[in-house]
């Protein structure tokens, strides 16, 4: 099957929005996990938030109330809102999805099998 592509990353000031798609028409799992992580030059990848076929959410800490994630199944895309960007949230964002369990942000990172390229977030001070 094909990969994810991502969009909507770009450089903004901090407080800033955006709000990043990933098509993900080819992921036909019928129970899936999918969402985003993200990983800054000399960084480990980071889990930012996830999202279940039941549309159960999960966020990291560091995120909470200002991003959000959502779907819109006929159009078979994940979305990324970001609000009030910080600094620190510099990074290139990976869509990305899987099989498991429990949708937790932390287990996005690990697919391996269906990623996309990424689309890079700049926030500057």
């Known amino acids: 099957q094909g990969q994810p592509v991502e969009s909507g990353g770009d450089s903004v000031q901090a407080g800033g929005s955006l709000r990043l798609t990933c098509a993900a028409s080819l992921y036909t799992h019928s129970r899936y996990c999918i969402g985003w992580f993200r990983q800054a030059p000399g960084k480990e990848r980071e889990g930012v938030a996830g999202?279940?076929?039941?549309?159960?959410?999960s966020y990291a800490e560091s995120v909470k109330g200002r991003f959000t994630i959502s779907k819109d199944t006929a159009k078979n895309a994940v979305y990324l809102q970001m609000n009030s960007l910080k600094p620190e949230d510099t990074a290139r964002y990976y869509c990305?999805?899987?099989?498991?369990?429990?949708?937790?942000?932390?287990?996005?990172?690990?697919?391996?099998?269906?990623r996309g390229q990424g689309t890079q977030v700049t926030v500057s001070s």
């Open positions: 999202i279940d076929n039941d549309g159960l959410t």
């Open positions: 990305a999805a899987g099989d498991a369990l429990f949708c937790i942000f932390s287990v996005i990172p690990e697919f391996e099998g269906y």
